[in-house]
């Protein structure tokens, strides 16, 4: 089997995730150790005993569930369990950064520590006189569909962020915008047009402070070239060298999330075993999304699909 494995983003946190995986491995243990000392936050504290809202706090979810991912990818490896190509969902993207070579785990707290910080403090300097910007998920419209309504409408600040399924794409912009948009894509043929809970229009342009700010930080960080396959959230392609995933690094904040197009460079590459190593299940069921959308003679590549975390 050829082995990839799909690192969850921010969402998939919950209180208490990872605890028996502290609790079986002493190099998790080692993990838990290095995030604290180099963010300064008590990740154990924080996972193991931190409220639902605690772990939603932005900064607070890019270290925690960074630390899990990791976390299982150390599991996996001292189960002999090896990939040879990684992917993940926005925030997920810097576990995968990690498995692939290109970043160490002790530069990657640090990261995705200034990350959080960067992109909350983006999201708050927004105009929120018409109320809060934000995401919305599109039920039932394909990725082209709904590219074709926003087109159509050109409503200014509202973007296509995150390209999750053939039938499911979530849109970020500023409120008037997806109040605009949700009228938009229902007049479409949208079956459901759902207002996410989070705190910011994520992978858009409306955070191109934060894109900025993560560029600057990033001039003093070495990134390598990549040891194994890794997919961008960007392009959906692979990444071929250090440099470019630097670029790409900045480019995804404001950038939608292509995860159709990284599953079809996946499933073209030969990859039939697909591990979620992480938190939570969501990529799994993404994944049976796109799979169920394929042609037979296509899907009968997949063989399997796991989860640890």
Known sequence: MKTA??????????PGMARDLF??????RDLFTLAADST???????????????LKETVNTQVSVTLANLASAKVLSERGIVAAGAAGFSLGEYAALVET?????AQVFPLVKLRGEFMSKAAAALDRSAGDPGMAAVLGLSPDKVDEALANASIPDLYGANYNSPNQVVISGTAAALTAGIDALKAAGARRVVVL????????????????ALEEALKTVDFQNPTKALYSNVTGGLVSTGADAKTL?????????RWTTEESALLAAGFNRL????????LAGLWSSFHDALPCHAAGK???????G
């Open 5 to 14: 494995f799909l690192f969850p983003g921010q969402g998939a946190q919950y």
């Open 23 to 28: 609790d079986a491995s002493a190099g998790v």
């Open 40 to 54: 300064g936050i008590d990740v154990k504290r924080l996972l193991f005993e931190g409220s639902e809202e605690e």
């Open 101 to 105: 070579g290109i970043l160490t785990a």
């Open 197 to 212: 809970k989070v705190s910011g229009p994520f992978h858009s342009p409306l955070l191109a402070e934060a894109a900025w």
């Open 249 to 257: 690094a900045v480019r995804q904040v404001t950038a939608p999330v």
């Open 275 to 282: 591990i979620e190593v992480g938190p939570g299940a969501v």
């Open 302 to 308: 997949l063989e399997q699909i796991q989860q640890i």
